[in-house]
């Protein structure tokens, strides 16, 4: 192969022998390369005359044959021009043109004289001889170069051959091997050199034999150049494998190109036997490649959402099924754990074709292959949108239920404040002046005064109380108490409806239980108020027991048994179950006969059950009834001077000063006319700020406070006294007093650092024990 300067050489000595044939001083080879002429060898001429060279060889290009000028000046084009006047000008010119065998002009060979003259036909022949000489030279370092290009496309081809994980083969006409690649090792488990001594029939498959060779036959015999055929192989240990063939004939051979899919045919088969399945369906299925991006969907999707798979193929689902309130946070936070190769389950808020919004659950799942790599994405989708429509509704419904339930709640506390208002002026002027020594005859009426109010608060509460269990506003306190004080508090206040019905009112007590306990004492009141009371209202000259009994004893605890019998009018057997209903009584005339809202049996169970348990009842028609039930409650330890009992009331309360803080007048004079009578020195705070005044500049050991008042409220008023330095105002009682029963107030008790509260209108027992548990401390 010649070089480049070897080339040149080559011209060179052409130029020099075509310019002592015709008998000149100069030779020139012009070529024209990328459409522009250019010297490629000379002799006898330098680059300074290139202009006139390229001139007169430009007429051998362009001309026939052999072109001659005897004497440029006979030219009109030439005879002007300084390079045929000048010195040792050109007077005589001949090119002969170098054509290709398909007649293209590839340049010219031309020679130049500084004298007339005349070629001869040998000279002339010789011109078109040398002509052909370079043109020969031209057209084999084309072949060269062509050689050469193909040859290094011949070892790239083979090199990539020798990495690609398919087989790459030539065979002869009959099919033998005559080059193969490495590939052959993986798939068919035969070295390159065992291969080669093979033929492609060696390695088919007998069921496929037959149709391959039919197949190839009848192409060859229509003409057919290029085959594309799939067919069975067997390996050398004998494992069947699925080859995807390309096969070219060329030249008597057959260049071949095999693939091996038999993983991709089952898992295609295996995706078709998935898709028949997921076409049954009726919830949507979505198959993404690698790249999440959809490659099939199910008809239920196509129903569900509208879209085809046209509409979706080579595209993210997210983009296609997003819309103005879809929450694109959550679809990137999903394809983040796709990109962490984690599945994921969403509901999303997406649209249809046709724009329509519709809630869709996405079950996504990842699917590897035994390479642990990502091979595809079986998300299953459900339409939610009824679901989502139902949770919306049940939602809305119970904002509506709770905003009820709050209007309901604050319209029974604003009830409750003002009915108890006045209740606490009728009972507790009563109480007063019945402890005032009335006269004989004035103290039936008093006590009718008092039974009718009680009643009357009996049943406030009991409508209240039952508004807020059902609510779940109603939590039990853990407060200290003397069960023994409360159970003799709550015989003695009963005495005037043991009287009304010319019954008798036992008491059974336990001398076990011990003196103080930890618990909710004013629900307990209520309970047994509520089972003594209907005792004593459906009883007639009868016997009402009260029966209270230690069953268990723990360290930190005790059980005790609570039992209220009676021989009244009973329950018929088949009323038992109904009695603990709301607004419910055993018989149509009872209400009409014996009082009462049928509220009572419903919130002592209810109330019971805040407490763990259950109440249990055994009756007889005619033969009276028995109400039961267990509580459990912390043990404190015995303090000495705790019991709150009468005898012990003077010593209790000696020298003890109570700030009491009301903006109701007729609430001040009952508090101060029964503090008093048990010999507590009283002061009074018409408001918030006022009692602050008053607590900061007198040493108090109690702070009965009201919870609603002008100016300064109870709570603001409290919290202010806890911030103030110093012992005594982080630890001195405050009472709220309080004519709500809000589920709110309570927990406002807690965080403004009141000790207690105590509800109006204020019962001289409970509000008597109240002082007795705090100043005993």
């Not at 040149?8 to 459409?35: H, M, P, T």
């Not at 020298?655 to 503090?675: H, P, T």
């Not at 005044?693 to 202010?720: Q, S």
Request: proline letters at 2%; charged letters at 25%; a negative charge.
């Amino acid at each position: 192969m010649f070089s480049e300067k070897e080339l040149k050489d080559q011209f060179d000595n052409l130029c020099k022998l075509a310019a002592l044939i015709c008998g000149v001083s100069r030779a020139v080879l012009v070529l024209i390369e990328k459409e522009q002429t250019q010297v490629k060898a000379s002799f006898g001429t330098a680059q300074s005359s290139a202009e006139e060279d390229f001139s007169f060889a430009e007429l051998a290009i362009k001309g026939e044959g052999i072109v001659e000028i005897s004497d440029t000046l006979n030219l009109e084009q030439f005879k002007q021009h300084d390079f045929v006047k000048a010195h040792a000008a050109i007077r005589f010119f001949a090119g002969a043109p170098l054509m290709d065998e398909y007649g293209a002009t590839l340049g010219a060979i031309c020679v130049f004289g500084d004298a007339p003259k005349s070629l001869n036909e040998e000279q002339r022949e010789a011109m078109l001889v040398l002509a052909a000489q370079v043109v020969t030279h031209l057209l084999l370092k084309k072949s060269e170069l062509d050689l050469l290009v193909k040859t290094r496309r011949f070892e790239e081809l083979r090199s990539m051959s020798a990495i690609s994980p398919e087989i790459h083969c030539i065979l002869d006409f009959n099919g033998q091997v005559l080059f193969i690649n490495d590939a052959v090792v993986p798939i068919l488990g035969y070295t390159v050199q065992e291969a080669m001594k093979m033929t492609i029939w060696d390695v088919i498959h007998e069921e496929d034999l037959a149709g391959v060779t039919e197949f190839l036959e009848s192409g060859l015999k229509s003409h057919k150049k290029d085959f594309q055929l799939d067919f069975k192989v067997v390996s050398k240990v004998g494992h069947v494998r699925l080859l995807a063939c390309n096969m070219v004939v060329r030249n008597d051979q057959w260049y071949t190109y095999g693939r091996d899919i038999t993983k991709s045919k089952r898992v295609e088969s295996e995706l078709l036997n998935l898709s028949y399945v997921a076409s049954k369906v009726n919830n949507a299925i979505v198959i993404n490649d690698a790249n999440n991006h959809v490659t099939w969907v199910n008809a239920a999707f196509e129903n569900i959402t509208g879209f085809t798979l046209d509409d979706l193929k080579g595209r993210r689902l997210g983009d296609l099924i997003a819309g103005p309130k879809t929450d694109i946070d959550l679809i990137e936070k999903a394809r983040e754990l796709n990109r962490q190769l984690q599945s994921f389950t969403i509901d999303l808020l997406a649209y249809r074709k046709d724009k329509k919004p519709i809630w869709l659950s996405i079950y996504n799942t990842i699917v590897f292959d035994d390479a642990g790599k990502v091979s595809a994405e079986v998300e299953i989708i459900i339409d939610i949108t009824d679901k989502k429509l139902a949770e919306q509704e049940m939602m809305e419904a119970k904002e509506q239920a709770l905003q009820l339930s709050e209007a309901k709640e604050m319209f029974l506390s604003v009830m409750s404040h003002e009915i108890r208002t006045p209740l606490n002026a009728i009972l507790g002027m009563t109480h007063l002046l019945i402890d005032n020594d009335p006269k004989p005859s004035q103290l039936d009426d008093l006590n009718i005064l008092k039974f009718s109010g009680e009643n009357l608060l009996q049943i406030v509460n009991d409508i209240l109380d039952f508004t807020k269990i059902e609510t779940g506003n109603l939590q039990l306190e853990a407060i200290p108490f003397s069960l023994a004080a409360l159970v003799k508090d709550i015989l003695t206040s009963l005495q005037v409806n043991v009287s009304k019905r010319n019954n008798k009112l036992n008491l059974v007590y336990d001398e076990a239980i011990p003196e103080r306990l930890l618990g909710d004492k004013t629900r307990l009141y209520q309970v047994l108020m509520n089972l003594l009371g209907n005792a004593l209202k459906f009883t007639e000259n009868g016997l009402v027991e009260l029966s209270v009994k230690l069953k268990m004893e723990r360290e930190q605890n005790v059980v005790l048994f609570f039992e209220v019998k009676d021989n009244g009018i009973g329950i018929p057997a088949d009323k038992k179950k109904y009695i603990f209903e709301s607004f419910t009584q055993a018989k149509s005339d009872i209400s009409r006969k014996y009082g009462g809202t049928g509220l009572g049996l419903a919130i002592t169970k209810k109330l019971l059950q805040l407490y763990g348990s259950e109440i249990v009842v055994e009756s007889a028609e005619g033969q009276g009834s028995v109400f039961s039930f267990h509580i459990a409650f912390d043990k404190i330890p015995v303090n000495a001077n705790a019991g709150a009992c009468a005898e012990q009331t003077p010593e209790v309360f000696k020298a003890k000063r109570i700030l009491v803080v009301d903006d109701n007048d007729i609430n001040v004079l009952i508090a101060k006319r029964m503090l008093n009578k048990w010999g507590l020195l009283t002061e009074v705070a018409n408001n918030g700020r006022e009692a602050i005044d008053k607590v900061r500049n007198g040493a108090f050991d109690l702070v009965f406070m009201d919870v609603r008042m002008p100016d300064m409220d109870g709570f603001e008023a409290t919290r202010i006294i806890r911030s103030l330095e110093g012992d005594y105002f982080k630890t001195l009682p405050i009472i709220a007093l309080t004519a709500s029963t809000m589920a709110d107030e309570h927990e406002s008790f807690e965080n403004s650092g009141m000790s207690g509260h105590l509800l109006k209108p204020l019962s001289p027992p409970l509000l008597k024990q109240i002082l007795v548990d705090y100043l005993s401390i």
